[in-house]
């Protein structure tokens, strides 16, 4: 396409129309000029890239250590710094002999699947409360259960915050109720509301002053040693959205209700209120108690095992 161009232009040139008639030509050249860099951005991208041959890298360079699937928060303190011996941030221990899973709910394992099967699935998604105390031990005890979950390399990378002040849950749901007028009218996209709809959900949050107990989850993107340098917290977010399951498990063995969300666009504003570092991010918020008597929830069903399971 260039060579004939070029070949046209030069015949325009060594013939007199191309004085005659340059005030047609000129906006043609121009013309032909925007189709040819519409059709390059749209085949590149707005630019052409090159492929290059990278040299080797060495184990310091961000291409051998920013692996797919980990979760980083840039250069931490002397990593690849010559001369500086790493260390594990993990000590040292022996390795001790494990036999396995040993507390179960029966000595039948199949028994014992069924009986937390019949506990998980009776677990519902609970909006309104009951004013019923609630034992902070007992919420306190599922925590401890959360923090058994595993984490990358042992960081394990959560803090649990748990609320039961009024006067904090107050300003919580002032905080989160502001956010989610903006999300439900402006930030959300309609698809996104409309499938809310048979959930019945909306800006509103009753069950944030109401609930006994708020747990946030907080997820620690790193954290420091005793000598002051950080220390990195690898998948940071998968192992505490798995503590957060275990929590879940925890309180509904234990009688207690509870809510999974994630209030939109307010991490900072709660993570200022309730005063937290800013290497930790809000994952989760949970309200807790017990489910008030005229509770009601969707009457959903849940997938059958074939739509769960693909056997190999």
């Not at 002032?174 to 409309?194: G, H, P």
């Not at 209030?263 to 309200?287: D, H, I, M, S, T």
Request: one cysteine or more.
């Amino acid at each position: 396409m260039a060579s004939y161009l070029e070949s046209w232009v030069d015949s325009l040139i060594s013939s007199s129309a191309l004085v005659n008639y340059w005030n047609y030509i000129f906006p043609m050249l121009v013309g032909l000029y925007l189709a040819i860099s519409l059709y390059d951005k749209h085949r590149y991208g707005g630019r052409k890239k090159l492929r290059i041959i990278s040299p080797p890298t060495d184990s310091t360079t961000d291409a051998t250590r920013k692996l797919d699937g980990m979760e980083y928060v840039g250069e931490l303190d002397h990593d690849g710094e010559e001369g500086y011996e790493l260390s594990p941030a993990l000590e040292e221990k022996p390795h001790v002999p494990y036999r396995g899973a040993t507390v179960t709910f029966a000595k039948d394992p199949s028994e014992a699947a069924d009986k937390f099967y019949a506990i998980v699935n009776n677990r519902r998604s609970v909006r309104k409360f009951s004013q019923r105390p609630v034992d902070r031990d007992i919420v306190e005890r599922c925590i401890q259960a959360a923090g058994t979950g595993p984490s990358g390399a042992h960081t394990e990378p959560w803090t649990f915050c748990l609320v039961s002040d009024r006067s904090v849950k107050e300003s919580i749901r002032e905080i989160i109720e502001s956010e989610e007028l903006i999300n439900y009218t402006q930030r959300m996209a309609k698809q996104w509301v409309t499938d809310l709809r048979p959930i019945q959900t909306n800006h509103i949050k009753e069950y944030l002053s109401e609930a006994p107990y708020l747990i946030l989850v907080f997820k620690q993107t790193y954290s420091h040693k005793a000598d002051g340098t950080k220390k990195q917290h690898y998948y940071n977010e998968i192992s505490t959205s798995i503590a957060t399951g275990i929590l879940l498990c925890a309180l509904q063995s234990a009688g207690l209700s509870s809510l999974v969300t994630t209030p939109l666009n307010c991490g900072p504003a709660l993570r200022n209120l309730l005063e937290r570092p800013p290497n930790e991010k809000l994952l989760v918020l949970l309200p807790v108690g017990y489910a008030a008597e005229d509770c009601t929830v969707p009457d959903l069903q849940r997938k059958p095992l074939d739509e769960l399971i693909v056997r190999y």
